[in-house]
């Protein structure tokens, strides 16, 4: 299961690394939530893939999962959220702004505004 | 250009209460199993996000007169302040109290004030995901 | 178990959610974030003394047994820190009633500001390290409200690299806590450091602790990951600057700071030698690019990677000389910055451009922003008895005691470029023919920005000349860093 899980998260990555190398905006932040999804898919992974019981709830089992994981992973999920859709907004409105969504033809910005 | 949308919006009059029922009812079940403030939050605004794609931003508002940056702040302090009522009372923050009562119709109940905190994020995720579709939304 | 350490927190957290409401009224505005900056910052002071007294508080969440909540832990590093921090944001916030525009006013300027001070001094009390992630999302997702506001284009073409640069370093983050948790089952700070120690730091710790390094590293602006810092930072507005200038890369200073005197002390010659190496890398790129600019901010900017080099150089000596001196240049280097940003902010506004070659003689229309902009240079510099002075001396003390002799010399010999570097403003800027100057701002505007800006500089004139009363505290902070064993007593006994 953690070979798998290595080369979901691997391609998760790749597929991240080679989207956010691209120069559209909206790519790019594509590709930051691919990279959040590894990162989330990588604690989970992290926590181990045992597949015990629930660690509530049912009175009597020994042999819990670890309960934190999918805690952090939704904290992270959730920042990852906020992230993405200020991003969004923010490449919405320079798009406006700036006529572009080509990375590279921003660069530098011009001294007058200021 | 004018676009015959009678279907979606004689649906989205109704889709919207059962996705909005539906999210409260997530919100409620995340007590005990799956669920809570945040994907209900995010359901509730999605009821809201379809009745926006049937009608549009203005009559929407009309409809639901809600200024959504109020709610950020309305969700943020009851969160805050469940969080830091147990200040007072010389528990450590962040400190939760539950028992069990006795509800008319209902029944026994738990009831827990961790409760109000997902209250609180309910209202900020309602908000903050509102706010964002305004804001793309609004300039044609 | 002691709530009392929170408020600094708190108080600025529940203040922004205020100020949230009532977007229109300026006076509402203006007075709520002074009033909550001057009560957090009352309870910071108290704080501050209570853990002179009382030593390290802590207070874990929801009265859960030590390992198992998240624990917040206050000791001298994190409360030294935190009152800077909120001393510097009244003067910035003052600052910036005058000069951040009234339309960035009315648009959620001042609940930013709180909600990055949250942000910052969670980040500098927290002792949970995926706690330590969310309070720097905290401050990352204020800071960029912050840095896009006003939606000018150059501030649109900065804030996206600004953006994409953090968020890729937060996935890091992330992955980087997972791999530690992977290791030691634990993200108590103060259980990290047991456990680790219990493993006894084999390769796997060391590759977590360069993993470490890259993420709070990219937040910190060392080499070679400083390279978004100019671009970004320069697209902000002065009041903005001079808050991200103080503030901003101090909490990835400071997280590397903890990470490396707590958990990663068991593989010295590795990632200590390695961080030294580092920072004096870091120190070069800065005065190069510090002495490549004709643009004032730039000249700035880069200053701010020196002075991280300067630090961390510090951190790596791992002895109490080495550290103290970290955090009295730390401290130093956050009020040095401030005042710095804040004057070339008056300097950008009276002349309305930031190219050097097009500034001139200002001396003559205004000598006493030319004398202050000496002292705050020769302060920067370390020249005694102003404030660089004694972080500086401390951290080459540290540096000979560990045996880094060549390297402790250089980092002397690189305080001779960073007055090159700012005295260059003093030159072009004051000396020399008058130049045509489109003034942004009127004269009077430019005086009222002026009181704070000296408040500050006369604060930082005070630190250094008042180094001797301050030494008590820098010493117990140096001494919590240099003995692990203080930070988790608290926290396992913190009861």
């Given amino acids: ?114 | 250009m004018k676009t015959n949308d009678m279907i979606i919006q004689f649906t989205a009059k109704i889709v919207f209460f059962i996705i909005f029922f539906f999210a409260i009812h997530i919100f409620l079940a995340g007590h005990y199993t799956p669920g809570g403030g945040f994907v209900g939050g995010l359901l509730a605004s999605s009821a809201i996000v379809l009745l926006v794609l049937a009608f549009d931003i203005k009559t929407v508002r009309t409809v639901i007169p809600v200024n959504y940056t109020t709610l950020i702040g309305i969700g943020l302090l009851l969160a805050l302040a469940t969080a830091a009522f147990p200040m007072f009372k010389g528990d450590p923050f962040f400190t939760h109290y539950f028992d069990y009562f006795t509800l008319p119709l209902i029944g026994k109940t738990s009831l827990h004030t961790a409760m109000l905190f997902d209250t609180g994020v309910f209202l900020v995720v309602v908000g903050v995901t509102m706010t964002i579709i305004q804001t793309i939304g609004e300039d044609e | 178990m002691n709530n009392f350490l929170l408020l600094p927190i708190i108080i600025p957290f529940f203040f922004g959610m205020i100020l949230l409401f009532g977007q229109k009224s300026l006076r509402f505005q203006r007075g709520g974030a002074m009033i909550g900056l001057i009560i957090s910052f009352a309870c910071a002071v108290a704080l501050l003394f209570k853990v002179k007294n009382d030593g390290v508080q802590t207070v874990t969440f929801g009265g859960w047994p030590e390992p198992f909540g998240i624990t917040m832990v206050s000791d001298m590093v994190s409360a030294l820190l935190v009152t800077t921090t909120l001393l510097l944001a009244i003067f910035i916030v003052w600052y910036g009633f005058n000069s951040i525009g009234t339309a960035r006013e009315h648009f959620y300027y001042y609940p930013a500001i709180m909600m990055i001070l949250t942000g910052v001094n969670g980040a500098f009390t927290t002792g949970d390290i995926f706690n330590l992630f969310v309070f720097f999302e905290v401050l990352l997702m204020a800071s960029y409200v912050l840095i896009v506001l006003g939606g000018t284009k150059k501030q649109l073409a900065g804030s996206i690299k600004y953006i994409l640069i953090n968020v890729i370093s937060s996935a890091l983050f992330v992955i980087s806590v997972a791999y530690l948790y992977s290791v030691v089952g634990t993200l108590n700070m103060a259980d990290i450091a047991l456990k680790i120690a219990e493993v006894n730091q084999p390769g796997i710790i060391t590759t977590i602790a360069v993993l470490f390094l890259l993420v709070f590293g990219l937040k910190a602006a060392i080499f070679p990951l400083y390279f978004w810092l100019p671009t970004s930072y320069a697209a902000a507005p002065p009041p903005v600057l001079a808050l991200f200038g103080a503030l901003l890369t101090k909490v990835g200073v400071y997280a590397i700071m903890r990470t490396y005197t707590l958990f990663f002390i068991h593989d010295l010659s590795y990632t200590h030698e390695l961080l030294l190496w580092l920072s004096v890398l870091t120190i070069i790129a800065g005065c190069i690019g510090a002495l490549a600019y004709f643009d004032i901010k730039q000249i700035i900017i880069y200053n701010i990677v020196i002075a991280v080099g300067v630090i961390l150089f510090g951190v790596a000596q791992m002895n109490e000389d080495g550290l103290t001196g970290a955090m009295f240049y730390l401290i130093h280097d956050m009020i040095i910055k401030a005042a710095l940003f804040m004057l070339i902010g008056i300097i950008v506004y009276k002349t309305g451009t930031t190219d050097l070659r097009k500034m001139g003689g200002l001396m003559r229309s205004s000598p006493v922003l030319g004398w202050f902009y000496l002292i705050a240079a020769f302060g920067l510099a370390g020249i005694p008895p102003l404030s660089g002075f004694v972080g500086k001396l401390l951290i080459a003390k540290g540096g000979f005691e560990a045996g880094n002799l060549g390297t402790s010399i250089f980092i002397l010999a690189s305080s001779l470029l960073v007055l090159l570097s700012v005295i260059r403003i003093f030159i072009y800027a004051f000396w020399g023919e008058e130049q045509p100057t489109k003034p942004i701002l009127s004269k009077k505007q430019t005086t009222q920005l002026f009181i704070p800006t000296a408040i500050v500089i006369i604060i930082s004139i005070a630190y250094g000349v008042g180094a001797e009363w301050l030494t008590p505290f820098m010493n117990d902070a140096g001494k919590t860093l240099a003995d692990p064993s203080i930070y988790i007593d608290a926290v396992f006994k913190g009861e």
Wanted: hydrophobic share 50%; no cysteine.
């Fill in chain 1, 1 to 114: 299961m953690e070979i798998i899980m290595a080369f979901v998260i691997g391609l998760l990555f790749t597929a991240a690394v080679y989207l956010m190398l691209s120069r559209s905006l909206l790519r790019i932040i594509i590709g930051t939530g691919l990279l959040s999804h590894g990162a989330h898919l990588l604690i989970l992974t992290m926590g181990g893939l045992d597949g015990k019981a629930p660690p509530v709830l049912t009175d009597g089992v020994t042999d819990f999962a670890d309960p934190l994981p999918q805690a952090l992973i939704l904290t992270a999920i959730v920042i990852s959220f906020g992230v993405t859709a200020f991003f969004l907004v923010l490449a919405y409105r320079s798009y406006q702004e700036l006529d572009t969504d080509d990375i590279s033809a921003m660069k530098g910005g011009s001294e007058d505004d200021e």
